[in-house]
């Protein structure tokens, strides 16, 4: 496995109606083929759904394409996969294609350089990279703004000065084991100081949510049984009649998105079809969607009603449920439900508002934007996080040690600025007084 | 006027590798230094190799080149440093006897065929259309040649600084190299100062060795040299002594009087070789530094006091060393000194050495902005071959900092220049996992034979040695096991029912060779230095597997070059300051571009097509 297998975002932010995803590189076809159970015919669009191969949960439905070398934007073997845009969707999709060994997330150019190399592209085309820079460098200047302000930049110091540290120590241990002034032994702390440092990143990448939400909004599934009250609901969050509401159970077939401003943030509310056995195939449909919505959710309200049989309750899912008995007005609210709201009681809507709008706020943590907002520092920060766990699992062998040090520093390389032979050894002549 | 192919100006470490390199691709080569008698002198610390130093060594030696057997011949202590450590950190190391280093080093040079060795100081280059022709010497002889290398050392306008007292000299005892310089700048090119300095030498007789710490070498010694089957020459030991309180405080109380603390030296040294004025100042909490007294030699009574580098007065050197155990009643030999000199700016060289400025005009060295024997001498060996090469008609030698420290280094001078003497250290290599001291012929050896550098007796000997290791290494790939077997045998691994190949057993740290032999007896006609060796590939295996991809993307990176005929300042979408930044660094591989702070993947996207679109303009034209 010589060549790397880059795989990317390609068609602009999501979300938006249509989501490209390319890869391209030698195990495009075995990933593809993964998740679509198959690959179709070269150069011919199919749809296909995408599954998770671990699970088999499905991720989307979207046209499969692979192009096989050299016909082929690179050169190499591509795919291009076209799902619907939203940003959690695409996410999930990307997270299950770069699990795979040897796939990895594109740079920026990274798919143009390949297409040069293999000769892909024509001279009108070259003309036209001049622009696609401005723009590319524009859009990192305004990102590296926000990104490195006031705290943010102030940890991203610390995260440098640590990694300098580990390395300067560890490197004065194999450059200058001859000196008078290096001990053998690494120091007490040095354990530790990794340790610290490995969980620093953990933190930043549990805060990766925080940065996803600030950026894409935050999502809302409102799901249950038929005649639940989810679509009644949908429109008194939106306060506007979006969705259908019918006393028919199945009313609702598709799931229906609808955007709110709750204290200045972005909520997508999504209203979803009722779970049930059906032999309707657009039902049928319809609640492959709904499960779909729950996965990607960030919280889920789950409606019971005193009117409606209850069904078991999604388990086993990362995401937070909470549990609204509604139509309060006809009935008990069942006793463990952890709120009972009415259409009849305004109130009942507007603190089922503040609720929200305070859970959200926790779990965005801080008003300080997240260190890492995007998928490519995430995968890195998670790299350079596995490679500190190493270099701990090393430390008896310390040139092992240094190896998984200096992968982790270029790891970060993006992120708190390339950390190169001469600024170790800046640190490290500083520390240790060394010379014959 | 006399003609030769290739001529090499300096007899020190670099000049005597590139001599001997020229001459043994065939080229008729001259050596022209000041005097035969200091060809090989070592001018300060009488020891070659350790750390990342030591690699140099076995690199040369890869090459065929002279420093690792001359070592050999002249070691008087061998030690290999990080013994304690992974095999990729291993430094071999040896005292050298000086006189015994020298010698060596002139019969193998008068020995060497094609080689003339010529006294005389070169003042002058002769150029022709653009191109070096000869040079010229102080009397006045001149000498015409294809390709010329300079390895003039410290010599360009050299100047020691001891207290007070400034001598114009290239080295103790010594005259400067003047008219060089000049021509070097009239060719428009920068010129940058640096000093370095060495520690007074002592009289052997004057030491009380009885109090102090006596060091042992290895027992067996192990040399540098593949083609050296045993170390003959007599061992000795070192001693142990160190600073006093007392000495620091004379120090402290006299830095007014030391050439660098008085503001005389303004140019930069080497912070890894700090003088002892230095190390009080910047470490003042330290109230007592180790110091190394080695002998110079056998039958040599001058002691080269480790650690003790300094531009002080003589009165001030001999008061704090008297004020040190052992030292009591020692007497100087001669006085320690610092000394400035002359280099030039290496971004002005191209991967093979050669100047860009003035084809066929080499430099390797000191001259370079570098420091210390082996990175002159590999310097030298690469610059001579290219130069002989060159005259051959003949494609250079290129190495990479995927296969060579030799290649880390010349990558590091070309692409970023120095602010400081440039020493090897291991932690420059990115790849040194895989740049071992104990496999540099497996990574050089071959690359040398394919462009002629390397004699018969060494090509028989590494072609013996590859088919060893060969045999070895898919006798242990073949021969596998279950997890039961290798349990059994001691083993521990895994009971996962995968069966290993008894190279995977070898990757964990505690598998014994007689472990292997007894599941595997067959093994035990793996002679014993290509077995270690084997099981060092094997403890590194998963590293360097992983690392493959970043080797290669290097080996491509640098494999693209930048033409002169790029012009930045035309390229649409570059940002000012990264134009100027581009064309200040002038990178001639992308591979350097890469190293440039805030060069974005897209900017290096753009300057390959520009490059590709030009060449097919060429092309159409
Ligand atoms: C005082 C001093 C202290 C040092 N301290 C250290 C140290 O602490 N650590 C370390 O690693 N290294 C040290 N060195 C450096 C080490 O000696 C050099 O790096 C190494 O010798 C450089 O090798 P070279 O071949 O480039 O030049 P040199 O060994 O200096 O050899 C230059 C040769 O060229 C000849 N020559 C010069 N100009 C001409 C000319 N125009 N015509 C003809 N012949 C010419 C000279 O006679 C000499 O033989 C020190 C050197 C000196 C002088
Ligand atoms: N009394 C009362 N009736 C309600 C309330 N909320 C919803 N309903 C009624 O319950 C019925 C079903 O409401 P929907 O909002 O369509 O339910 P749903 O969960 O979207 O149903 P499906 O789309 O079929 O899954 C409608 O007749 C609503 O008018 C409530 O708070 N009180
Ligand atoms: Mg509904």
């Known amino acids: ?436 | 006027m006399t003609t030769y192919e290739v001529i090499i100006v300096g007899g020190g470490h670099a000049g005597c590798e590139a001599a001997a390199a020229s001459a043994r691709l065939g080229v008729p080569t001259a050596l022209i230094t000041h005097r035969r008698a200091t060809i090989g002198e070592m001018s300060c610390n009488p020891a070659i190799g350790g750390l990342g130093k030591g690699h140099l060594v076995r690199e040369i030696d890869a090459l065929d080149g002279v420093m690792g057997r001359v070592a050999d011949k002249a070691g008087i202590q061998f030690r290999v440093l990080n013994r304690r450590k992974g095999p990729a950190v291993r430094g071999p190391r040896a005292q050298a006897d000086r006189k015994l280093y020298r010698e060596a080093m002139q019969s193998e040079l008068s020995e060497t065929p094609n080689l003339e060795i010529v006294e005389g100081e070169v003042d002058d280059l002769v150029v022709e259309h653009g191109r070096i022709a000869g040079v010229q010497l102080l009397d006045g002889r001149v000498f015409s040649a294809r390709a010329v290398v300079l390895t003039t050392g410290t010599f360009l306008r050299g100047l020691i600084h001891r207290g007070d007292e400034m001598i114009p000299a290239g080295r103790a005892g010594e005259g400067p190299v003047l008219g060089l310089s000049l021509r070097l700048e009239a060719l428009g090119l920068k010129l940058g100062r640096l000093k370095t300095g060495t520690p007074p030498r002592l009289d052997a007789h004057s030491i009380n060795f009885a109090v102090l710490n006596e060091q042992i070498g290895d027992n067996p010694p192990e040399p540098f040299s593949a083609l050296t089957s045993a170390i003959t020459t007599p061992q000795i030991s070192c001693f142990e002594t160190r600073t006093t309180p007392q000495a620091h405080a004379i120090i402290s109380s006299n830095l007014g009087r030391s050439a660098m603390y008085s503001g005389r030296i303004s140019s930069r040294g080497p912070r890894y070789c700090p003088s002892i004025e230095d190390k009080i100042v910047r470490f003042s909490d330290k109230d007592s530094h180790l110091v190394f007294l080695e002998p110079e030699g056998l039958d040599d009574p001058t002691i080269y006091p480790n650690g003790l580098s300094t531009s002080l007065p003589e009165d001030v050197q001999l008061a704090f060393l008297r004020a040190m155990p052992g030292l009591e009643n020692v007497v100087i030999k001669r006085a320690g000194y610092a000394i400035e000199y002359d280099h030039v700016d290496p971004r002005e060289l191209s991967p093979s050495l050669m100047l860009r400025a003035l084809p066929g005009l080499y430099l390797a060295g000191q001259i370079n902005g570098t420091t210390g024997y082996e990175e002159a001498a590999a310097q030298g060996l690469l610059a001579g071959a290219n130069a002989a090469l060159a005259a051959k008609g003949a494609a250079p030698l290129i190495l990479s900092r995927t296969n060579s420290y030799l290649g880390v280094m010349i990558d590091d001078l070309i692409s970023r220049g120095v602010t400081e003497p440039y020493r090897m250290f291991t932690s420059r290599a990115e790849f040194r996992l895989h740049l071992r001291s104990d496999n540099a012929d497996q990574r050089l050896t071959d690359l040398g034979i394919g462009v002629g550098l390397v004699g018969q007796e060494r090509r028989e000997h590494h072609c013996e040695r590859m088919a060893r290791l060969d045999a070895g290494k898919s006798l242990l790939t073949r021969l596998t096991a279950t997890p039961n077997e290798a349990r059994k045998a001691g083993v521990n691994v895994n009971a996962d029912g995968v069966r290993r190949s008894a190279f995977q057993l070898l990757s964990y740290p505690t598998t014994q060779r007689a472990d292997l032999e007894a599941i595997w007896p067959e093994l035990a006609d793996i002679d014993d230095k290509s077995f270690e060796q084997l099981a060092i590939d094997a403890q590194y295996a998963v590293y360097l597997d992983r690392q493959q991809a970043d080797v290669e993307a290097v080996q491509r990176d640098e494999a693209r070059e930048i033409p002169d005929w790029l012009d930045y300042a035309l390229l649409p979408g570059l940002s000012n300051e990264m134009k100027q930044k581009l064309i200040d660094a002038k990178p001639q591989t992308i591979a350097q571009a890469q190293k440039i702070e805030g060069v974005t993947p897209a900017a290096l996207t753009l300057i390959l097509a520009v490059i590709r679109r030009g060449r097919l303009d060429k092309k159409a034209s």
């Open chain 1, 1 to 436: 496995m010589t060549q790397p297998t880059l795989v990317a975002l390609s068609s602009g932010s999501v979300p938006s109606g249509v989501a490209v995803i390319r890869l391209t590189g030698p195990q495009s076809f075995a990933a593809v083929a993964a998740l679509a159970g198959g690959l179709p015919r070269p150069r011919q669009a199919s749809l296909r759904t995408l599954k998770d191969p671990a699970n088999g949960q499905p991720l989307d439905q979207g046209l499969v394409i692979v192009f096989p070398a050299p016909h082929s934007f690179t050169g190499l073997d591509c795919a291009e996969l076209q799902v619907h845009g939203s940003p959690a969707g695409v996410k999930a999709i990307l997270s299950v294609l770069t699990a795979f060994e040897g796939v990895r997330l594109a740079g920026a150019g990274d798919f143009t350089r390949l297409a040069f190399e293999n000769g892909k592209l024509d001279l009108t085309e070259v003309e036209g990279l001049g622009d696609l820079l401005a723009a590319e460098t524009e859009s990192q200047r305004r990102q590296a703004l926000t990104r490195f302000d006031g705290a943010l930049s102030r940890r991203v110091g610390d995260w440098r000065q640590a990694l300098l540290d580990l390395r300067a120590e560890i490197e004065a241990r194999l450059d200058f084991s001859d000196e008078d002034d290096v001990p053998f032994e690494l120091p007490a702390h040095f354990k530790a100081d990794i340790e610290s440092l490995e969980n620093q990143l953990a933190d930043a990448l549990a805060r990766y949510d925080s940065g996803r939400i600030v950026r894409e909004g935050f999502r809302i599934a409102l799901a249950g049984a038929p005649n639940a009250g989810k679509s009644s609901l949908l429109n008194a969050l939106a306060g506007s009649d979006v969705a259908i509401v019918t006393s028919e159970a199945g009313t609702t077939r598709d799931t229906k998105d609808v955007t709110i401003d709750l204290g200045g943030m972005l909520v997508i509310v999504t209203d979803t079809a009722g779970l049930r056995e059906t032999d309707s195939l657009a039902e049928q449909e319809g609640i492959v969607r709904a499960r779909r919505a729950i996965g990607h959710a960030d919280l889920v309200l789950w409606l019971e009603a005193p009117d409606v049989e209850t069904i078991p309750r999604p388990q086993g899912i990362d995401t937070p449920i909470w549990i609204v008995s509604s139509k309060t007005d006809i009935g008990a609210a069942a006793p463990d439900s952890d709120f009972a709201l009415s259409m009849k009681d305004k109130d009942s809507i507007s603190v089922l508002l503040s609720k929200l709008e305070d859970h959200i706020k926790t779990r965005i943590r801080t008003n300080e934007p997240g260190l890492i907002s995007h998928l490519r520092d995430k995968a890195a920060l998670e790299a350079a996080a596995e490679n500190l766990h190493q270099a701990i699992a090393h430390i008896g062998i310390p040139e092992l040690c240094a190896e998984d040090l200096r992968q982790a520093s270029d790891q970060l390389a993006e992120l708190i600025g390339l950390i190169d032979t001469e600024h170790v050894l800046d640190r490290l002549f500083a520390g240790f007084c060394i010379g014959k």
